[in-house]
């Protein structure tokens, strides 16, 4: 199936029916990061199974709903729950909620998720603010025929993490009580968390981090010039570091137990943008 302007629009169009305004930051929220959503004040809550033409949210922890509200008086859209590869969306499909994001005009993406830690100075409730990221896998959002309202066939990666947003995000992490790193997500399809084996080659090549999510978004900004800053909390270090095996209770509880100061920080970055 190929994809147009129009079909992206028709959610657009009726998300800003229900929200009356545009708003001007949009944020995705990643597992067991869905508390985020309670910061948001004079809350319009549109749950995803009423948008046309949108997507259904199976990840356990993720609401399903685009929250349209002020934080830091700013004028907010969150997606409280977000789409993953492997719940059996094509590349293709992701590129929908990010377009649709565009649309309603945000001038700024903020994407979180849970991750693991490959980097070895990195420790569990630690967070890491993406600079680049490394897919090795033959899919994109963006194959298929071009949808030029948004962007070009071709288009750049050197910059996809706005240098910017992420100079932002160190400089108010020097007041955050988090340990915030900079360094490269490495894209993981899932559901299955990596082999040690996997985890030493992502180290080799350069991997600080690796999740299942995130690219898709990332990739899509890209191509619609979304300025974006990504940030991973580091749930649990990557498979092999620790003689344990890894759980999806552990991923939420880290993500749980930083939840205030993770929430005071995005809401800084919020406030700073
Ligand atoms: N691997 C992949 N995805 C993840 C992990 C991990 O170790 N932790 C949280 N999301």
Known sequence: MSYTYEYYKA?????????????????????GLGHFAAQVE??????????????????IGHAGQMLFGTVAGRRVVC?????????????????LPVRVLKLLGIRALILT?????VNLDYKPGDIMVISDHIKFMGASPMRGPNVDEFGPR????????????????????????????EGVYWFSPGPQYETPAEIRAIRALGGDAVGMSTVTEALTAS?????LLALSVMTNMAAGVLPVP????????????????????????????
Do not use: W
């Open 11 to 31: 959610a657009a169009d009726y998300l800003l029916d229900k929200f009356g305004e545009r708003p001007e930051i949009g944020i995705v929220l990643g597992s």
């Open 154 to 181: 071709f288009f750049d990666m050197g910059s996809a993490y706005t240098p910017a947003l992420r100079a932002l995000a160190l400089k108010l992490a020097e007041k955050s009580p988090l340990t915030v790193h």
């Open 223 to 227: 191509h619609c010039k979304l300025p």
């Open 79 to 95: 997606m409280s729950g977000r789409f993953h590869y492997y719940e059996g969306y094509e590349f293709e499909q992701l590129a």
């Open 113 to 117: 998720n849970a991750a693991g830690a």
């Open 246 to 273: 890894l759980t999806s209770e552990e991923v939420i509880e880290t993500a749980n137990a930083i939840e205030g100061p993770f929430t005071e920080y995005v809401k800084d970055i919020i406030a700073n943008i």
């Open 42 to 59: 004079a809350p319009v809550a549109v749950p995803y199974a009423e948008i046309p033409n949108f997507l259904l949210s199976t990840a």
